[in-house]
C-alpha cells in the first residue's frame, strides 16, 4: 500500500514549469509537535516544518503560494505567530516547495537561506512577476543559528543539482535525539539518461544514496508526508499515552526509506538505459 501511495506522490513530484497545483495537494492537515521544537505546518501532501526558538522561527519548505494560507493556519492553530518567520529554508528548487519563497518574505521579513548549488534554479521562480529571493547561500556543512537552535546543511544532489537537507537535535525526556529534515532521494520519473542540462544526476544520485545511509538519523521527516509515513504516524501520536514512544522515532525505518528510494531509482535508470539501448 505504501508503495503505492508513493508512486502517486513521485508522479507529480516530477520537475514542473511553474502551474497550479496538483488537486487535493492544498487540502489541511492537522498541525502537530513532531519532537522537541519541530512542529509540521504542512498540508496532506506538502510538508512544511516550523522550528521554534525564542528570537524567532525557522519555516522549512514554503511550498505554492496558494499553499501559505494552509501553513499561517497551522502555525496559528499551535500557537506561534507566522509573522515571527525570521527565516525560510528552501531545500529544493521545485514549485510545490519553493514558488511561494517571495510571497513569505513580503509577508514575514524572513530571510530566504538556500544552498549555493540551488541558487540559479531558484532565481527562475518568478510568480506574479516578483523576483525570487535569496539572503543567504550555504554550502555543504555550513550551519545556521536562531534562538539556541542549530541546523547543518547537507548537500544531497540528485533530485535537483542543489538539494539541501538539514539535521538538527532534538531533545525528549531527557534524551537528544538525531533529527532529519530531508530534501527528496526520489529519482523516478526524472531523466537519468542523456540529461544534457544535469549530465552528472546517476552520480550525484549514487553519492546521496550512500551519504543519505552514513547519516546517523533517530527521528526523519522529508518534503511529502507520504515519504515518511505522516497519517500512520500521526495517528499513533495522537493515540500515545504515558511512557509510550514517539512515533517519529524510526531510525529502521529511515534506512529501509533509503533502500527503497535508491531501488526505484535502479530500476529506472536500467528502463532508461534499455530504452536508450545502452
Known amino acids: ?33 513532531v519532537m522537541d521544537n519541530l512542529y509540521y505546518v504542512g ?19 514554503g511550498g505554492y503560494e496558494s499553499t501559505v494560507p494552509v501553513i499561517r493556519a497551522g502555525v496559528e492553530e499551535l500557537g506561534f505567530e507566522f509573522e515571527d518567520i525570521r527565516m525560510l529554508l528552501s531545500v529544493h528548487a ?4 519553493a514558488e511561494a519563497d517571495a510571497l513569505i518574505k513580503e509577508l514575514t521579513g524572513a530571510d530566504v537561506v538556500t544552498s549555493r548549488a540551488e541558487a540559479p534554479a531558484l532565481r527562475e521562480f518568478r510568480p506574479g512577476g516578483k523576483e525570487h529571493p535569496i539572503d543567504r547561500m550555504v554550502e555543504d556543512g555550513d550551519t545556521i543559528t536562531l534562538g539556541g537552535t542549530t541546523l547543518t546543511a547537507h548537500l544531497m544532489p540528485g533530485h535537483t543539482k542543489g538539494c539541501t537537507a538539514w539535521t538538527l537535535e532534538l531533545e525528549e525526556d531527557g534524551r537528544t535525539y538525531q533529527g532529519l529534515i530531508e530534501c527528496s532521494l526520489n529519482g523516478q520519473f526524472l531523466q537519468l539518461v542523456g540529461n544534457e542540462d544535469y549530465p552528472e544526476i546517476v552520480e550525484d ?18 518534503s511529502h508526508g507520504v515519504f515518511y509515513g505522516l497519517e500512520e504516524k500521526y495517528e499513533r501520536l495522537q493515540a500515545r499515552g504515558p511512557g509510550d514512544p514517539n512515533p517519529f522515532v524510526d531510525p529502521e525505518g529511515y534506512l529501509a526509506h533509503v533502500d527503497e528510494f535508491e531501488a526505484t531509482f535502479n530500476r529506472t535508470l536500467e528502463e532508461q538505459r534499455a530504452a536508450a539501448g545502452d
Open 205 to 222: 544520485f549514487q553519492a546521496t544514496y550512500a551519504r543519505a545511509r552514513a547519516l546517523p538519523v533517530d527521528v526523519f521527516v522529508s
Open 94 to 97: 521545485h514549485p510545490d516547495h
Open 43 to 61: 498540508t496532506s501532501m506538502l510538508a512544511s516544518f516550523l522550528v521554534v526558538t525564542p528570537e524567532g522561527h525557522i519555516l522549512v519548505n
Open 1 to 33: 500500500m505504501r508503495r503505492i501511495a508513493v508512486s502517486i506522490a513521485v508522479l507529480a513530484c516530477a520537475p514542473v514549469a511553474l502551474a497550479a497545483q496538483p488537486p487535493g495537494w492544498n487540502d489541511p492537515f492537522p498541525p502537530h509537535r
